[in-house]
């Protein structure tokens, strides 16, 4: 069966600071993925998505950034991490029949 | 652009009543509609995933329809338990992403 996995857990940044947040899956080759964020009281906003290793798509212009160095690895990043950068972070993939599977979820606290 | 609607925004039940969460989209060229819930802190675990060719699906105390004609989605929750108590997310799939309401929170009171 699948798995995917997201660390850290949790994070508190200070404003200006990098970031580095990673998603994992396993049990699936070549998967779609996607980052999404869900602020306070408020719904998922896509990110990226990925169908491919170095293949990245943005949905929205931002301060972050995503790579696929691997066929199973999504990392999000920031050079210099923005107070309105803070929220849950969600990492998915999707398998047949286009039915989405999510991460745990990262919640990055910027101070 | 895709959008999608969901209403209400919050719901309060007694235990035992059936409820339904509604889910609205603009654009019916959708290829899936999912059903997710979400726990405090917590990830969205799929609920229920009704193909664009499909009307509804089921699972246990949980209905889902789809209406593609007219841009809405039925979540059908029967004799709820206080352990139902939780946020609903509907999303629409499209060609390569997947667009989300902002989710009705539910809560079940014994």
């Known amino acids: 069966s699948q798995t995917i996995h997201q660390w850290p857990a949790t994070l508190v940044q200070p404003v200006g600071s990098p970031l580095s947040l990673e998603c994992t899956v396993e049990g699936t080759s070549n998967p779609n993925l996607y980052w999404y964020r869900q602020a306070a009281g408020r719904g998922l906003q896509l990110l990226f998505y990925s169908v491919g290793i170095g293949q990245i798509s943005s949905e929205v212009p931002q301060n972050l950034s995503a790579s696929r160095p691997q066929d199973r690895q999504f990392i999000l990043s920031s050079k210099k991490l923005l107070l309105s950068d803070s929220g849950f972070y969600l990492c998915a993939w999707m398998g047949s029949p286009r039915e989405q599977f999510f991460g745990p979820g990262t919640r990055l606290t910027v101070l | 652009k895709q959008e999608v609607t969901q209403i209400p925004a919050a719901l309060s039940v007694p235990e035992g009543e059936n409820l339904v969460l509604n889910c609205s989209f603009t654009d019916s060229a959708i290829y899936n509609l999912q059903w997710f819930r979400q726990d405090p802190g917590k990830g969205l675990t799929s609920l229920l995933l009704?193909?664009?060719?499909?009307r509804e699906q089921t699972s246990g105390r949980l209905n889902a329809s789809l209406d593609k004609s007219s841009g809405r989605s039925t979540l059908y929750i029967a004799a709820s338990q206080p352990g139902d108590s939780a946020t609903y997310l509907c999303?629409?799939?499209?060609?390569?992403?997947?667009?989300f309401g902002a989710g009705t929170r539910l809560t079940v009171k014994p």
């Open positions: 999303a629409v799939v499209g060609n390569n992403d997947m667009r």
């Open positions: 009704i193909q664009s060719s499909q």
